[in-house]
Each structure stands twice: as C-alpha cells, then as structure tokens.
C-alpha cells in the first residue's frame, strides 16, 4: 500500500498537468491549423510511417509525433518523436496528448478486413473501442481528428459503379462495420459538440510497403513477387475491380484534407477516387516490365466475397468540387512508380528479397 501523502501528491501533479493543458486549449491551443502538434496512431502501419515524414516535412519533425503498440526501428526513432501507446489504454493516450500539448490526432490504428474476420473480437476492440476512446479524448480537448473510413464500409447492397457519397452501407465485415460507426460518430459528435471531424472513405492504397492484412493488398503483393519470384498466385478471380489509390496520392489527399477550412467542407465524410482495376489488368501492365511474369488465381472464398462487396468506382465529385480534390496517379503512372520503388526497397535492404521469398 502507498502511504495516503503519497497518493495525494500524484493526485495533486494529476491535477495540475489537467489545469495547464486546459489553459493551454481555452487560449487557443486544441484544434488549431498554423503549427499544430499532431498525434499519429498506428504510427507504423502501412500509412503511419509515410504519413508522419510527409507532416514532419510540412510541420517540423517535432511537432509530428507517431504512436503504435510496436517496437519501432533506430530509423523511426532518430526521425521525431515516437510513443508506445494502446489506443485500447484510454489514460495512457490522455498523457501523450496532455504532455506533448497535442493539437491534431491522425488516427490510422485499425485492423483490416481480411485480417479481421479471422478475429472479430480483437477488431472489435481495437476499431470500435479503440475509436471511442480516441474520439472521447479529442471532444474532451477540442482537438482536429482525421479518421480514414474505407471502401470497405459498403455492402453488397449498395451501388457499385459509381458509389455515391450518400447511400445504403450495411457492410459485411466487421471491418466495414467498424469503419461506418466511426463515420456516424464522428459525424454525431460534430453536429452536438461540433467537434472537427474529418474523414475520407479511401479506395485500396498501394505502396511498396509489404502487404498488411487487407483485401486489396494483393496489388501489392503482385509488384513484389513479379520482382522476387517472377510468379503470382492471386486469392481473387481475374476480373475483381475495386478501387485503388497510389500512397502518394492518398497521402497528398489526407494532408490537404486536413487544412481545409471549416467552412469549405460540407459535410464531414468524403468519398475519394483515382483509379479502378483487377488483377488481370494489373498483371499484363507488370509484364510490361517483366515479360517472364506470370500469374496464377486460386481463389480464396473469404477475401473473395468481401472484395465483391465492395464498390468498384467510388463517386468523388463532392470532395473535387468542396475542396479541390483530383489525383495525380493514374493506373500507367501508378505500375511504373511501383516498379521503380519496389527496386529501390530490395536495393535499400536486400534483406527484405529473402523475406519476401
């Protein structure tokens, strides 16, 4: 047992970190948009990594920092600041964001749709709970939040080409599940605390990165095996279409989304859109560049039936017309980008070929 003197001094340090952090919002710290500090979940996902060097490029590497629930590399640490925190851990993501003076949260911690239909419970924690304990916290300081939504919170119902921004969801994957209540709370907590929340439905990112448990990240994986091994077995039939989007596109698109003003965006959830195709496509453009590489299709029933769900055109114009969206990756641009960046990330760690073998 502690003594009582004890536990009163923490209470009593407790309290007046809370009174200095909430000066600091009430004389105009919270959801600011010159200089802000910027909080990254899943700082070492697929799109944290690249999306913290991209703000700390615009910001400073200070002022961004990243947060995931893994060991990070020298590389990530030497880059800016890094915490391990749980988003599952609501006291433990009040301090990062009461000590480093958080303005911003990024939110990109989620577990993917295939990858969560093989445990429901734990996506049901991390992009359900996990979501409620970042968006109480932002409320509570009047914080910005970016959450990404995905093409994922569409359901078979739903109009697949195009998807407008307002239609039937009813998703199929606790994923897409989880992704339409993040909508719907975010949008609620805007109109009753008007909190600033913001939120892009993104299309399939393909990066060089190695692929993390999603659907569409056999697109990816095709790049990295047309190189390491010259074949490809596919999990989804040869003319599955969905919507895709290159990192760097989906990136440009999170960062001017952020800084648009209140009074420009009219609502608070957008579809984006750069590009559709299927794997048949994508292969005979890869053997542009590899002739030898050769692919194969052994459907997987799961992946399969989720993909099928999903739209195949997502219709943008809202976001091009509110804010000025408009990518600048098409499908030839984005296969030859990816060939040159996938020998780039073999050559930078040759490693990596025997990983990826």
Known sequence: M????????????QQTIRHLCNNHWQNGGGAKSENPTILITGGLGQLGVECGKLLRSQYGA???????????????????PYHFVDILDPKGLEKVVVDNKVDWIVHLSATLSAKGELDIPLATKVNIQGMHNIIELANHYKLRLFVPSTIGAFGPDS?????????????????????????????????????????????????????????????IDMFHSAM???????????KTTVPMIYITDCLRAINEFL??????????????????????GLAKEIQNYYPAFEITY???????EIADSWPEVLDDTEARKDWGWNPKYDFKKMVQTMVDQVKVFYDEEPQRAKVAQ
């Open 2 to 13: 502690f003594p009582r003197t004890f536990l009163k001094t923490i209470s009593a340090q």
């Open 62 to 80: 200070k002022k961004i920092i990243l947060s995931d629930i893994r060991e990070p590399s020298n590389a990530i640490l030497q880059a800016g």
């Open 159 to 219: 109009p697949r080409n195009p998807t407008p921004n307002i239609t039937v969801q009813r998703p199929r994957t606790i994923y897409g599940v989880s992704k339409v209540y993040a909508e719907l709370l975010g949008e609620y907590y805007h109109h009753k605390f008007n909190l600033d929340f913001r939120c892009l439905r993104l299309p399939g990112v393909v990066s060089c990165d190695l692929p993390g448990g999603g659907t569409t990240d056999y697109a």
């Open 228 to 238: 390491t091994k010259g074949t490809y077995e596919c999990y989804l039939t040869p």
């Open 259 to 280: 800084v648009v003003p209140t009074d420009t965006i009219q609502r608070r959830v957008y579809n984006i859109h750069a590009m559709s195709f299927h794997p048949e």
């Open 298 to 304: 052994k459907t997987d029933p799961i992946r399969q």
